[in-house]
């Protein structure tokens, strides 16, 4: 029998792995959603019997002091028991006692990833022999350009489209050495030679990754397509022109996020009253009175509640289109008790806060500071969820919404494109409300549409949401994400996997 490819994965980011990975099994170092994808990834590929590895920093102080909750789904699908071999924490000084996995300052966390890639290209790489490398974002956008140079098939996933940039001298200074695979990096100025650039031309460590990578892809197919139309000027020049060169040689691809597992209403832990599809009518209502409890919100089983989950951020997230119309349209709908539930951190909190105290709106509007246990109970008893973001790489709360039957509100683009479709009750199509133009009004136009659904008859909405929350369950998950996955792999060393 042939054997399987070996594939390793390398990560700064990871939630949990499956426990039989050993004792680093249930400790996290997250940041941000690339630690979900890469964790679920990680274990669906698993499940599917690949011989995979795991390459990250080993974060003794984060891995001490915290553990993650179960994932106890995830964790019952692992049939083989696998040895600590399969993780390998790369050891420096320079992540040992963080307390998050990004410091803030862009000279430590390039201290960070520039340790990092040296254990990775110098120890871990050839210790494992991997037949691919998979690598995710900005802080391992060095090593595409040494598995190049090794032609080990490499695969560069972009999660966001952060980046930072170094010199030849400061990265060979922490013991790479770059003078082997310098014509495979992206600098900000075209190189005449190693010697005339290695101490002032400065490395872009993302678009390094998509220029040396064998095959590219980012969290949606939409997101890529934007990017490669010039749809979004915040994206650097460089790194358009890398994807642009990537997608028109066929060696760029969009695969779409899932939620964790854990984000299902009949089996979650975190909130009151579970249910599913067939009950979500009694125990929506119901949760929507715990919550509203919690909350001290107006105790109404009936009050429509609209959530919004996602960082209070105004340059991405739209919640500047919120708080134009929050007063006007809860005024709007105040005889049906119309509610607005944010569970989220960031600059626009206070002015949220600002908006309700000012309009006295306190037993209608609650505004709270992220937090994991409260965001899922939000999801279980609203009805709505508000995720007007100018540009979205994949987003996940829209797919926990659907799931929950908590239907979306969106703007159409990125991954909330690929995601989410106009709802059409006459046609049973569509699992949401989208608007096109990123502005006040048409964020209301779309909320007006969701209140054209909440006011139909009882039993129409109800065959809707359960419809919803069947194929989100059955559309956004990580087996399909991780078939994509190997799909793609195959594809990169011509040869089939075998599970």
Request: aromatic share 12%.
């Amino acid at each position: 029998m042939a054997q399987k490819p070996r594939i390793l994965i390398v990560t700064p980011e990871v939630t949990y792995l499956p426990e039989d990975m050993g004792d680093q099994s249930n400790y996290s170092a997250k940041a941000g959603g690339l630690a979900d994808v890469s964790a679920a990834l990680i274990s669906a590929l698993f499940d599917f019997g690949c011989d995979v590895h795991v390459a990250l920093p080993d974060y003794r102080s984060i891995f001490n002091g915290y553990t993650t909750k179960t994932h106890s789904m995830e964790l019952e699908k692992i049939r083989k028991r696998l040895d600590e071999e399969r993780i390998h924490l790369a050891a420096d000084r320079a992540f040992f006692y963080l307390d998050n996995v990004y410091s803030g300052y862009s000279d430590k966390d390039l201290k960070v990833s520039l340790a990092f890639q040296r254990e990775v290209i110098n120890n871990i790489i050839p210790r494992v022999e991997p037949d691919i490398i998979h690598c995710n974002d900005w802080m391992t956008g060095l090593i595409p350009a040494m598995a190049r140079q090794l032609e080990i098939p490499c695969l560069f996933t972009i999660h966001n489209i952060h980046t930072m940039t170094s010199t030849m001298a400061e990265i060979e200074d922490r013991g790479i050495d770059a003078a082997s695979f310098w014509k495979q990096l992206y600098f900000k100025t075209p190189p005449h030679s190693y010697e005339e650039s290695r101490d002032w031309n400065r490395v872009d460590f993302l678009t390094s990754g998509v220029f040396a990578a064998h095959y590219v892809n980012t969290v949606s197919p939409t997101f890529l397509k934007e990017i490669v139309e010039d749809r979004h000027p915040f994206v650097e020049n460089c790194l358009k022109n890398e994807l642009i060169n990537k997608y028109h040689a066929g060696c760029a691809t969009g695969i779409l996020n899932a939620p964790e597992p854990e984000f299902n209403p009949a089996v979650d832990e975190m909130i009151r009253y579970n249910y599913g599809p067939k009950n979500h009518r009694k125990m929506k209502a119901k949760n929507k009175l715990c919550i509203q409890k919690i909350l001290d919100l107006d105790q109404d089983e009936n009050a429509v509640m609209f959530f919004w989950p996602s960082r209070l951020d105004p340059v991405q997230k739209g919640c500047q289109l919120l708080a134009q119309i929050m007063y006007d349209f809860v005024s709007q709908y105040w005889d049906v008790n119309l509610q607005i539930v944010s569970v989220a951190s960031g600059e626009y909190q206070k002015h949220f806060y600002d908006i309700v105290r000012y309009h006295g709106l306190e037993r209608r509007v609650a505004i709270c500071g992220f937090s994991e246990g409260l965001s899922h109970q939000a999801f279980a008893g609203s009805d709505f969820l508000f995720m007007p973001s100018s540009f979205e790489p994949c987003g996940l709360p829209q797919m926990v919404g659907g799931i929950y039957g908590t239907l979306p509100i969106v703007h159409d683009t990125g991954g909330l494109h690929d995601t989410i479709h106009q709802l059409d009750t006459k046609n049973s199509m569509g699992n949401g409300f989208l608007f096109n133009v990123h502005d006040a009004k048409g964020f209301k136009w779309a909320i007006d549409r969701a209140m054209d659904f909440y006011f139909l008859d009882p039993d129409i909405k109800e065959v809707q949401i359960n419809r919803i929350m069947i194929e989100s369950v059955l559309e956004f998950n990580h087996s399909r994400c991780a078939e994509e996955y190997i799909n793609l792999y195959e594809k990169m060393l011509k040869r089939p996997f075998i599970v």
